[in-house]
Each structure stands twice: as C-alpha cells, then as structure tokens.
C-alpha cells in the first residue's frame, strides 16, 4: 500500500545510507616492506547489519504495535535478495516493505512505527542493537527514510515523528528534505530542540541543520546564508555534552568553507573569557582555516605574522621508495624583540598523474619562541600505501608553513615500484 503524493523521492533513502555506509569503512592495516607479500584485513560488512534475524524482529515490533500489520509480507519484501545488496539498498528494500505494509495514512503510520520504539536512552554512539523492548539502532534508518519520503505535506509531524527517532539512532539525514522544502516550519522545531533534555535531539538541531554535512543532501539555502542557522550554534556553543558541541564545531567548519571571514569574527567573539572546552570546539571549527593560513581565523587564535626565519637543514633521503620515511629537520629562528605564538605545519606537495603537484597541509606542532631565540625540531614522514591518496613518481616537494605563511621548500623524488627512477 504505496502512499500517494508528497513524495521526496528516493534520493533521501540513498543519502542516508551512503552516509551511514561510511561507518562500514575500516582502515585497513596495509603492510608495505621489501619483499613481503602485500595484506589486507577486512573487517565484517557494515551491510550485514541489515539481515533476516534483523528484520525478522522488526516485523516482530510492528505486529505488536499493529496486531493487523502483515508481518510475513514486511518480512518477504525486506528480506528480497538481500545478499546480492549494499547497505543503502537494504536499508531502501526495508523503506519498501514499509510501504507495504504501513496503513495509508501518513499520520497513522507515524503512529505505529512511534509504538514500535525502544524505551528512550542516552547511550552515545550506533552500537545500542535492537532487542525485545524496542526498534533502535539501524533499524531507525529505513524508518527515518519512510518519513522523509512521505512526509513532505505534514511537516510538523514529520519534525517530531524524526525527533521521537532521533533518540535511538540518528535523523540527521532525515531532517534535510524537510529544513530545504519548508525551513521557517522545520526550524521552528529545531529552535525548540536546543532545550531539549535528550542529547540526541539536541546534537540533531546542530548536525542536522549543516549546510555541508557529509553524504547528505546540501542546504544550498543554509550555505549561501547561514544566518537562521547560527542562533542554533551559539545555543549550543557550550552544551554540557562533547558530542553536541563537536557537532557545532562541523557546523562551522562547513560555514567556514563559504564565509571564512564569518567563521574568525565568530571564533574571535567565542574566545572571550572561553572555557577549555570552547576553546576545543573553537579550534575544531576552524581546522580547514587554520591549513588554509586563513589570517583572521589565525590572528583570533593568537598566530599573528610571523618575523623569523626558517632553514630547512635537513630532508633525507633525497630519493625516497613507497613505504619509507622522510625525515625533516628546520631551524627556526626569532628576528623580534618579543616572545611570538607559532603554529607549524609542513606541506606535501605530492606529484599528480599529469605531472603537476597538488598541496597537502600537515600539522606539526605549536610553540613559544622566545624573542632572539632559535627553535630547532625534526618530523618524521611515512609515504605508506593509503586508500585515500593515489602515489605517483616523480619530483615531489616540501615546504614549512608558520602562521598560515609558507618559508622556503625543497624538493625530493619519490619512487614507486617499477618506476624507472633511480
């Protein structure tokens, strides 16, 4: 029974579980050394979370919410060839035997899949499994999905059936059809949830109103204006829970991608007479600034420009192989009277498939320079196989950032397995 109209569309089922599949992917251990064979250890699929048992008890939760649900029908759809399917088309095939299933009135199948809930708790994290009392965990995922699929033409229902939800799991996702399509309604919720006594409602409010937030649908409003979101973030700016104000923090750092100056006029008003955790959540909002050597996000942080100089003394080997180890050793040395805050980073400008060379910002370290006085410090840096970079061979080069400010370079060769470089 496929209700009719107010459709978001698949899409919102699709982003939810790309984003939740990112908590399927496991660094793998990949061991890279002359002459030994190379090993992968994988763990168990994240997608395996959606499986018969599973859905089983979920069917079990919804008969006893509704003794006329067709358990053995939500179990047939959902259960469809499921091993042939990825974690977001499970959690979809779920949202369709929902669909199934579910009375026709949108209301009234709010009122169930409400019924089927676990007994509220605030355990943090996604490891809360479903058992007897209650739905929680993944299964809130195809459930969230059914309502941002047809919830559109009741949004106040929609914002609290996802609040009620967001207490077992998460609604992140979920909210961003209804907070695009109707903002002044769905923030008017929101606004209430900063108060809420759940943290997960409340780091919803944050999470949920991102205008960037990862794999999820863009807030293409929020992002080009992030003005009826930011008495969100300064409510919660010192919420007694670090999940909810690391939240805030990725708030920020997704408005300091469009509106960098915005982001330092904040972080500089938050830093008076702040707290160590402010001050956390400050540092954590500004981390794309702060590699970017985004002045004013620095200067608010006390990095003001920099008088020394900076000597690269050593970079060893010159000619390094995949799977070893760079090593760099700098001198620097103060040219002011006064004492100066040092923020140190080195950059890798790692050589592209046509030859050019792309940059990547690393943190080293932050110090105290005395005036007149020299610091000297070595790094170390492992070129070991990744999934998240492709290594080409070839001229490769290094230079130091202070203070968002780059001193000097140099350059060295990086060869690759079979390469003709020597």
Known sequence: MVQGGNTVGV???????????????VSCEIGVRAGEPLEVFMPEPFKNVFNPKMIALMADHFEAALPSFDGALFRK??????????????SGQIVAALEGTLPEGFGEACGVMLRTLHPEVEALGMENEMDEAGIRGWGIMPMSGYVARHGMGEVDLS???????????TAEFAVRPFLQASPDIALAHVEAWVDDPNLHVRRLASEGTRPRLPWGMRLTDFDRDPAPILPILEALKDDREEY?????????????????DLVAEIAERWLRDASPERRRLIRHACRTLIKDGHRPTLAALGYTAPEITVEIRTLTPKKIALGETLEIAIEITSKSAKSQQLMIDYIIHHRKANGT??????????????????????????????????????????????????????DFVLKMPGSALR
Do not use: C
């Not at 759809?77 to 088309?89: C, D, I, P």
């Not at 914002?159 to 799991?169: A, H, N, S, V």
């Open 11 to 25: 899409v919102d089922v699709e982003m939810f579980g790309q984003a939740l599949s990112v908590f399927a992917i």
């Open 77 to 90: 759809v959902a259960v469809r060839n499921l091993g042939k399917h990825e974690l977001k088309q499970r």
């Open 159 to 169: 914002m609290e059936t996802l609040r009620e939800m967001t207490k077992r799991f």
């Open 244 to 260: 909810v104000r690391r939240s805030v923090a990725n708030s920020l750092n997704d408005i300091a991608k469009v509106h960098p």
């Open 357 to 410: 060379l792309t940059p990547k910002v690393f943190k080293w370290k932050t110090a105290t320079l005395v005036a007149g006085a020299s610091l000297s410090i070595t790094k170390k840096h492992a070129f070991k196989l990744i999934t998240t970079r492709v290594y080409h061979a070839g001229t490769h080069r290094i230079e130091i950032q202070v203070n968002g400010q780059r001193f000097g370079g140099a």
